[in-house]
């Protein structure tokens, strides 16, 4: 096979951010797992006999499946969200803390999850998203895209 | 919000199918046939990878007689790129905000 063009850079796994925060690493676990503290900087957090559910700054209701909280070293959260009765993405967020000299630094990570098939809700997605295998790729659809735009204008 | 990217997301997952987008982008019209020539798997193979990328709109054929030749869409990719943007900005807020009510972000020497 002829080598494909390598104009494709090597994407990141998913979108990441990172805070350093001047807290200790108590004080920030209790932000991402009590449902006030989460109502307080991620959304209004909701939790039922129903499920639990966060409204974000969007306005949009996102329906969460807790996955991991408080991993092994109790420094590692982990759900799934998305939105309700929207035909949106159903993602995977992972949020781990770790002491630094200088305070405790926060790091987010969200990936969207392949699926199968789209579906028709939220919780149907939520409940079949156990063996969804997170994305693994990324960045390299940024040059493809621009690779492909350039063409469009060219063809125009 | 972005359109869901999961499909195109999922598409691009396996290396196969990325190298074959990448093919099809840089020949322009192609046939399940060419895309195969000096592959390691069968046509039918190739051609369920096809599919895949077609389903996600990131491909999409036009038949000529007996053949179908596949080009490449780049406006799943700009959804895609979209999500990625918009989930920056989001956690970029979201990180402000949990900042200010643990205290504050300490300096910060990374890059």
Known sequence: MENPPDDLPD??????????????????????????????????????????????DDGVRRLVERVVSHGAD??????????????????????????????????????????ASTHSSASNALSASSSAPAVSWLPSLLALGAVLALGAVAAV | MAADPGPVFSALADDTRRALLRQIVAQGPVTATQLTVGQPMSRQA????????????????????????????????AQARSWIDDTASAWDVRLSRLADLVGGAANDDQP
């Open chain 2, 46 to 77: 190739v051609a369920k990878h096809l599919a895949v990328l077609d389903e996600a709109g990131l491909i999409s054929g036009s038949r000529r007689g007996r053949e179908v030749r596949y080009l490449a869409d780049p406006a799943p990719l």
């Open chain 1, 74 to 115: 109790t420094n590692t959260v982990v759900w799934r969200w998305q939105p309700v009765g929207l035909d949106g993405e159903l993602s995977e967020v992972t949020i781990s803390i770790t002491e630094e000299a200088a305070g405790t630094r926060v790091t987010v990570r969200e990936a969207v999850l392949a699926r």
């Open chain 1, 11 to 56: 994407l990141a796994e998913s979108v990441e951010r990172s805070v350093l925060l001047d807290a200790t690493p108590d004080l920030v676990r209790d932000a991402l797992v009590r449902p006030d503290l989460l109502s307080a900087w991620l959304g209004e957090w909701s939790e039922s006999d129903t499920g639990t559910s966060v409204v974000t």
